[in-house]
């Protein structure tokens, strides 16, 4: 889209982030949710009815896929379900998410060959469409700019955006979101290109066919639940990390900035549920400041790359910085350092005390010394 020297000004002049995407840049002023009051863009909502009916057809075939397979198919058949919606996940988290959105590492050839495979397997969209999403959604969280603003609900951050029209102000703001380092990759490009093909084949075809040629599961039962029921629980999953973990958890790291902890999310969505902490760090390969893989398959994976030469290039954030953010912003939930200020106070009330004090101790408290 070509904007007019007049409406570019308007739009710089209009621009008001609320979080940042890369590690030099400053934080912004005002990153406190800014909300979703009334612009100057008339949003005039439509439904998208094919799409309603995909994704009815979708769930309703979830349901049905596991009762046909629970009550017909093979054992590998359900392994085979289960293990490729994993590994499509990552298609997503380590592939979309961290590699191509937030270039957090980098990755050979073979690696990102596989991550783009996994990721066309959980049909999510293409990787630039979903990246230039996500980027949006981080610098302007919880706006009438952000694709899936958490403060329209649960269910439009949950699936709602992906069935209505966008809120005009996703279209002219994003457009700001620089977005050219992605198609430079030719593994982005190409599946952008050709991805109605590759998705079709890749997430409804080849997972129908492979039980099927492989171990003689009756092709009916492998479609409704490796393609179906496996796809539905993966878009899930990833749904939660934009609904859930926005709306409920807490805020170790940053009590004024958007998204929250979220270990139910951090399982299901396979380690992106630590979101308070993405949100100020979104630059970490890790998505989370513990050092092991507390419910983190995605860095688990990530780190098996690079000890096999594949990732590198792993960026994360000192202890240090991770520490002073905490004791200056968070609310008080980390798990380390979450009563420092109320340790601080009743520290200082015990000085004081100390300080006004020049008589003996009593015998209750001769009694708790000797305890200590
Ligand atoms: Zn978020
Ligand atoms: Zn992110």
Redesign the pocket.
Known sequence: MHLSNSSKAELEEDIQATGRLYEHEPEPQEHVNVGTGPTNKVYKKQYFWYTITAFSILHVGAVYGIYIVATRGYWTTIIFGILLGLASGLGITAGAHRLWCHRSYNAKFPLRLLLAFLNTVAVQNNIYTWSRDHRT??RF?ETDADPYNAKRGFFFSHIGWLVTSKHPEVTRKGQTIDCSDLLEDPLVYYQRKYYFWLAAFCSFIFPAITPWKLWGEDLWVAFWFCSVTRCTFVLNGTFL??SA??LWGTKPYDKNT??MEQPIVGALALGEGW?NY??VFPWDYKTSELPWYRLNLTTMFIDAAAYLGQAYDLKTVDPKVVEQRVKRTGDGSHFKWGDEPERLEKEQQRLEQQQQSDTYPTSIDSKLLKDE
């Open positions: 959604h981080h969280s990390v934009n973990a926005h958007v998204g979101h993405h949100h």
